[in-house]
């Protein structure tokens, strides 16, 4: 299918409408992308001619949802090149997997054992594991970055030693949009027998990561970052991992036997997919991710870098504007400032002309501190924006300056 950009728009219904008398101008991708029709279709039409709950029901609705959602978890294994599909955990999201990792290593880890994350990361890959630590005694290193917003390899690899157990990095930054060596990275941890978890969710939109040529140990990622629903998601895990890691909640659907004096667990990957799942959003998770791959995932990475390189040539024409986030390689995110004036009085401006741009610290304060802001306007793209788009976006941002200085 040749890169036809009207007929994709044509796809988004949201894209037809005004705000503030406006045509939405939607630059917020990075917080959640737009759902084609397609995938809200496919919502609707669980809802209306199979909802059931599944894996238990012998009747024909809980089969055909059942059988719905396990070929939902087929797409993703085959999307993302996984061995096997009971690797394919289903989450509520990227939140969710990381926790269930981090709270599977509270048994594994030891008193003065070394975690590694990285400066780039968003707080929920941070947050959970800390909690680790503090309930482990393990020590957390960081990887440092530089004025570019990458990652400073040479200092990842002095800080790796057999202490460390387990190495946590994202793909892309999704405040600044750097994408990280993470084949590199990947390696490096597994030559001193350290374990690695990457999060995907800023990734899985611009490009199609292959987990076994990675061999990767763990990998999570969110529908609603890729034109799918919110409140589903995907932990990928190595089944070595999902057989030494214990499950992360009880109840229904993840139990072999249950008795009061005992109860043995289900294999993968029901060991930690406990109670009703979003089966809706697991199987519109599948077709979002057909819908990706009918445009093509290598059309799609030549189409946003244009979009990209055309953005951020013009953004820089404005005087006083600063973009943080220059590391080569990067993806469709430009994080920038003017002078001193506050990005959320600029987006607040913006808005007003129907532009949705993300203000703030992008749940990612360690860079910010890192580079002594309190926080950048996001314009973040995807491969239904256009040129024009940008350029409402250059007009827009030019006049919240006139206004504002
Ligand atoms: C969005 C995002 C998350 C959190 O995803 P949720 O869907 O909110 O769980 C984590 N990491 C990165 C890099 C993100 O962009």
Redesign the pocket.
Known sequence: MPFDIEKIRADFPILKRKVNGYPLVYLDN?ATSQKPQIVIDSIVNYYSNYNANIHRGVHSLSQEATDAYEIARQKLQKHFNIKNAYEVIFTS????GINLVASGFSEILKKGDEIIVSALE?H??IVPWQMLCERTGAILKVIPMNDDGALIISAYEKLLSEKTKLVFV?H???ALGTVNPIKEIIRLAHDVGAAVLI?G??ACSHIKPDLQALDVDFYVT?A??MCGPTGI?MLFMKEEWGEKLPPYQGGGEMIKEVTFEKTTYAGLPHKFEAGTPNISGGIAFGTAIDYLNSINFREIEAYETKILEYATKKLLEIEGLKIYGTAPGKTSVVSFNIEDIHPYDIGTIVDKLGIAVRTGHHCAQPIMEYYKIPGTVRASFAFYNTKTEVDALVEAVKKAKLMLT
């Open positions: 990075a999201g990227t939140t969710h968003h929920s890959n994202n892309v930054s999704n999060d969710a800023q969110s609603h970052k998601g």
